[in-house]
């Protein structure tokens, strides 16, 4: 049974910094693209950023680059978005996800459950 477990959300001040995890089990890695999406309320799940296990190939959400950085510890099979100069429109349930086709919700294949991050002050 494939399950994607988050931690790491929270309640944070803008400018600040969350670290998210997810570790996936039951999944072959080697196969997926594992990262995250985001949703607020009112509003549709958005791609935020992935990381492929392959070959190491990110890709990022033009309304966070230069502030989030994905990582991945093949070691602890965990995968890690590191969130800084978070604003309150980073505010959203973050859904770690894992696909094998483009980084779009409609695409992926496996979903955790959610985090909650509120930005505010």
């Known amino acids: 049974q494939v399950q994607l477990v988050e931690s790491g959300g929270g309640l944070v001040q803008p400018g600040g910094s969350l670290r998210l995890a997810c570790a996936p089990s039951?999944?072959?890695?080697?196969?997926?693209?594992v990262g995250w999406f985001r949703q607020a309320p009112g509003k549709e799940r958005e791609g935020v950023s992935c990381?492929?296990?392959?070959?190491?190939?990110?890709y990022y959400a033009e309304s966070v680059k230069g502030r989030f950085t994905i990582s991945s510890d093949n070691a602890k099979n965990t995968v890690y978005l590191q969130m800084n100069n978070l604003k309150p429109e980073d505010t959203a349930v973050y859904y770690c996800?894992?696909?094998?086709?483009?980084?779009?919700?409609?695409?992926?294949?496996?979903w955790g459950k959610g985090t909650l991050v509120t930005v505010s002050p």
């Open positions: 996800a894992a696909g094998t086709g483009p980084w779009k919700a409609s695409y992926m294949d496996y």
């Open positions: 039951g999944l072959t890695l080697d196969r997926y693209a």
């Open positions: 990381i492929s296990t392959v070959d190491g190939g990110t």
